[in-house]
């Protein structure tokens, strides 16, 4: 192994090389990163805004991969942050620390099958089957077909197949015609164009360097299907790492319809017997009818009637699935990739079926891996009915084939719940820190059910280069009635007002849905003389540039402001938060985890319903401070936030800002900013 500089010396050669300034809380969350991968011992690290945290964990990473020859994985929840390690990030630093290390680090992204193109799918013309008509008119089956035939251009033309590279970009619906699943390929060795193929590069390229950028999702894949997708590796560094547990659980759900069944039957019509195939399309059309009559909501047990409609259903897939048969050595490529994709929609139904109807196998429902319910969603203004299934816990998924097979590293501005790392620990599969709790005002330290405790892990909160109590207020609305079910109070509208034009606007407003952003927004319109921009009047991404550009906007919105607004400066000086982020009361997958706390002696609302609302209350919260520079008032509309008993939990999870109920003062210090 090369005999390497130090992490310390290392940084800080990176840090003067980008221009940056030395920070004492980058440099402790560097030094930690490289004891974890030197010790093995996993890490969660909370690192405020302003840290420079990407560079406090790729530092010592890049370091690692260099003296051993070991890929590190770093993953990521957003594709913004993705592209700016790959884009901007990871090139400059290769570049700052070549000299030291002796030669340029390399680094590559890598994404699921599906974000790349299939040349077999173009070349053999299957990209030019209509998709399932019966979902879509007679126009968005043009604007499809058009838009298939732009990608079928480019691909001539593109050297990474990438579907984020294509500008512009296309519809989902028309990028599943060109691309295929990882069941639906074929693989490297069978398919005639398996040299070429966009994602097969990629991932030879991903394994000859020393950073691998990914996303949850990815490695949710990687750990669920047991393909391995990703690289050699043994250091993993999550970073947004308060949204892995959310990524994890979505891929791991599975819905089935009547209109899924029947799309997979469609898909097999000239594959498979006559036979199988209808005795498939009337499982379809009996298991629709059955949810028809079924009242929306999580399943306790299987439904009368439900259980034998899933059995014709399973039965029918697998009758489908043996008439078809396996792709055999030396078939037709064309013909081979088509039987792929229907077996792959096959077995998908099949394995659905299957799952639901061994959810209930097990007679406690705090025990039971799966929780099951029937959805009521509208699409074109047809309603459709969907049985979905999620995992209860994805805790011991991540504790088994993460934490269990790599040294990991977890990082994001807000990963504290109530002043405390336990809460996202037990999320994660690992042993709480702190003792279990008695009090039922604090969320449960209950380990999960089969947490052996083995795992052993350190947390950090190196804090920020930002002096909150200097630089912002919090003031909560004390005065206020709590938030109520029948859209928002005129109350709540005048003290929106009064804070908007003390601010002069340059107002982000997160609301907890969109009617109550367009409610305001209306509202406002009238009452002030600042521009109101809202989401959804145009693409979020050109609202938060409009609203950058110019002071006296705001701009009002949900949840994706909540997380995505990076806008430093006087543009934004005023955060209003019209109540706190609970998650909906009726949420199957969140009522049963909670109650799966509960059967565990612990205080299911505040294990899991207020560490969802702490999480979401500290992002939004963020959007306040994004340079050392800022100054403002984050205004919380909710008077939960200092009377309920569980405020207090909630205010600990935020920064430590100067806290006032007055709005009086509030009023005052917004007017002065603007002088």
Known sequence: MPDLPEVPELLRTAVHALGGKERRNQLTMASAVAHSIDTGEHLAVQAGTGTGKSLAYLVPSIRYAVRTGRTVVVSTATIALQRQLVERDLPRLAKALTESLGRPPRFAILKGRGNYLCLNKINTGLAEEP????????????????????????????????????????????????????????????????????????????AQVD????????????????????????????????????????????????????????????LAGDEEVDRLEGAAENWDSLLDELPPGRWDAV????????????????????????????????????????????DDVHDCAVRILTAFDEPDPSQRKDVVWLAADEFRGVARRTVRMAPLSVGGLLRSKLFGESTVVLTSATLTVGGSFDGLAIDWGLPPQAA??????????AEPPSDTGAL???????????????SGILYVAKKLPPPGREGMPPSHLDEITELVTAAGGRTLGLFSSMRAAK????????????????????????????????EPTSLFGTLSLWQGVDVPGPSLSLVIIDRIPFPRPDDPLLVARQRAVEARGGNGFMAVAATHAALLLAQGVGR???STDDRGV????????????????????????????DPEVVRKALTRLRS
Request: glycine content about 8%; proline content about 4%.
């Open 436 to 445: 279990v709790r008695s009090d039922t005002t604090s969320a449960s330290g």
């Open 634 to 661: 984050i205004a919380v509309l909710d008077s939960r936030l200092a009377t309920a008993r569980y405020g207090g939990y909630l205010r600990a999870s935020l920064p430590p800002f100067w806290e006032t109920t």
């Open 303 to 346: 439904p009368d009637g439900a259980g034998a409609a899933l059995a014709a259903v399973r039965d029918a897939a697998w009758a489908v699935h043996t008439s078809i048969g396996s792709p055999k050595p030396g078939m037709d490529p064309e013909a081979a990739a088509a039987r792929n994709q229907a077996l792959a929609e096959i």
């Open 131 to 206: 998709p399932d008509t019966g979902l879509f008119d007679a126009f968005t089956l043009s604007r499809i077909g058009r838009e298939v035939r732009r990608v079928t251009e480019w691909s001539s033309d593109t050297e990474t197949g990438d579907r984020d590279d294509l500008t512009p970009g296309v519809s989902d619906q028309a990028w599943r015609q060109v691309s295929v699943t990882a069941r639906e390929c074929l693989g490297k060795s069978r398919c005639p164009v398996g040299d070429d193929c966009f994602a097969e590069i990629a991932r030879a390229e991903a």
């Open 519 to 550: 409610a305001a927004a209306e509202a406002l319109r009238e009452r002030v003389d600042t521009p109101i921009l809202c989401q959804g009047d145009d693409a979020t991404g050109a609202l938060v540039e409009k609203f950058a550009a110019d």
């Open 624 to 626: 306040l401070l994004r």
């Open 456 to 470: 052993k892990w350190n947390g950090i909160d190196v804090g920020s280069p930002f002096d909150h109590e200097k």
């Open 211 to 270: 950073v691998v950028v990914t996303n949850h999702a990815l490695l949710a894949i990687d750990a669920i299907t047991g393909i391995q997708i990703l690289p050699e590796h043994d250091v993993v560094v999550v970073d947004e790492a308060h949204e892995l547990v959310d990524r994890v659980t979505g891929v791991a759900t599975a819905e089935l319809s009547g209109s899924t069944v029947s799309a997979a039957a469609r898909r097999c019509l000239k």
